[in-house]
């Protein structure tokens, strides 16, 4: 049921991304890299090695982690 429900969290985010692709020509770029990240994550969830998917679930979250620091960091040093 979970994996189902981010399977279609995923679609749904995707179908947004590409309305703002087409509703705002200056962020393509953007939303492209955004549904092709969609697609790929959901179907992590299908992995069939419990191992493998904790691994990929924990490298994800720490990248997380390190993207949050990071935008605090810069907002901290007046780069964004």
């Known amino acids: 049921m979970i994996r189902e429900l981010v399977l279609l969290g995923g679609v749904f985010y995707i179908?947004?991304?590409?309305?703002?692709?087409?509703?705002?020509q200056t962020v393509q770029v953007e939303a492209a890299l955004v549904a092709g990240i969609l697609v790929v994550l959901p179907l992590i969830h299908y992995a069939r090695?419990?191992?493998?998917l904790k691994k990929i679930e924990m490298a994800g979250l720490w990248l997380a982690i390190a993207l949050f620091v990071g935008y605090a960091l810069a907002k901290a040093g007046g780069y964004l």
């Open 49 to 52: 090695d419990e191992e493998r």
């Open 15 to 24: 179908v947004i991304a590409l309305v703002q692709w087409v509703q705002n």
